[in-house]
């Protein structure tokens, strides 16, 4: 009886997993292979940056794509997000691995972080972070405060820098934690309670800096590391997603209730899933959507470029407590 009780048991829960993949907003955008996801919820687009051609496009939930800006200049485009004033978007640009336009002057040197207008793609800020420390750089992803303070994580220096709402940079946050070999810190978010949030590809680990004194840097207790960890969502204050790529190409979401001091693992998406090297995640109404950025073809020299690209909703699934 036990046995039987248990199969059924068994089946009922196997039915319930979803097996099928989540909707994707598809759109044909030839060899851009976009990193960076924003989405505008005054226009009711995706911006999408591009690792391999340095332009910035938008995307309708109906997979239209059209270029915003387009600039070889730009190198690679990476970490995207609309700034608070509603009027401009931000966006990551340096030259560290795929792109088209790679030259010795600026591989691996290039970081710049530069402002946009979302209506007409001109470019309205510019501002150079290349000079601030010495080495390799790798401009990754971007938050904003409440005070319209940026913050932007280099994958290669391991460095946070900040730019004022006038355009002065500097180095916010260099600590010996973030230090490791490839692409560090990566993912980053801005916590109302004063603290940013920060993952790095390289470590694995989640970190917590204080703004008012960015001397203050902790790992995050967490129940496993996220090597490969990119792109980071905060939503709400004790809930936070985190994507993971290099293989494991999943989407995980932390809760905490110690004001980041420690997280749990909450909820997950399912290998039937599919994700295709997911890099950063955006929030649309009450749902999550994910930029599939396919980079393991940039990596295959015997791959096609990819003509086309998508978006795919990030399905949650509770994972048991």
């Not at 978007?89 to 710049?112: Q, V, W």
């Not at 905490?256 to 955006?282: C, E, G, I, M, Q």
């Not at 470029?305 to 998508?310: D, E, R, T, V």
């Amino acid at each position: 009886m036990k046995k039987i009780i248990f199969c059924a048991l068994f089946a009922s829960c196997a039915a319930a997993l979803p097996d099928q993949p989540t909707a994707r907003i598809e759109f044909s955008a030839p060899e851009t292979y976009p990193e960076g996801i924003a989405y505008d919820s005054i226009s009711n687009t995706y911006f999408v940056s591009s690792a391999r051609l340095g332009s910035i496009g938008k995307v309708t939930p109906a997979g239209a794509y059209t270029a915003l800006i387009s600039d070889p200049a730009f190198k690679s485009s990476y970490g995207l997000k609309v700034h608070p004033d509603g009027k401009r978007l931000f966006a990551c640009i340096g030259d560290a691995n795929y792109s088209k336009f790679t030259s010795p002057e600026t591989r691996k040197k290039l970081a710049r972080l530069i402002g946009i207008d979302k209506m007409t793609g001109r470019k309205t800020d510019d501002i150079d972070l290349s000079g601030l420390v010495p080495g390799k750089h790798f401009p990754n992803d971007l938050t904003f405060d409440s005070r319209q303070n940026a913050y932007i994580t280099d994958s290669f220096a391991n460095v946070i820098y900040k730019v004022t709402p006038d355009g002065k940079a500097s180095v916010f946050a260099d600590s010996p934690l973030f230090k490791t070999e490839g692409i560090g810190l990566n993912g980053i978010v801005y916590h109302p309670a004063g603290y940013l949030l920060s993952v790095s590809s390289g470590t694995g680990a989640v970190y917590k800096i204080d703004l008012a004194d960015p001397r203050k840097v902790s790992k995050v207790a967490t129940e496993q590391f996220f090597i490969n960890g990119d792109g980071l969502l905060l939503n709400g204050e004790w809930k936070l997603l985190v994507v993971q790529n290099g293989g494991s190409d999943k989407i995980y979401e932390l809760m905490s209730d110690d004001n980041w001091s420690s997280a749990k693992l909450s909820a997950s998406t399912l290998a039937a899933d599919r994700f295709t090297y997911p890099s950063t995640v955006t929030k649309a109404g009450d749902k999550f959507w994910v930029m599939n950025a396919k980079f393991s073809e940039l990596t295959n020299s015997t791959s096609v470029p990819s003509q086309k690209f998508a978006i795919q909703h990030a399905r949650l699934m509770p994972l048991p407590k």
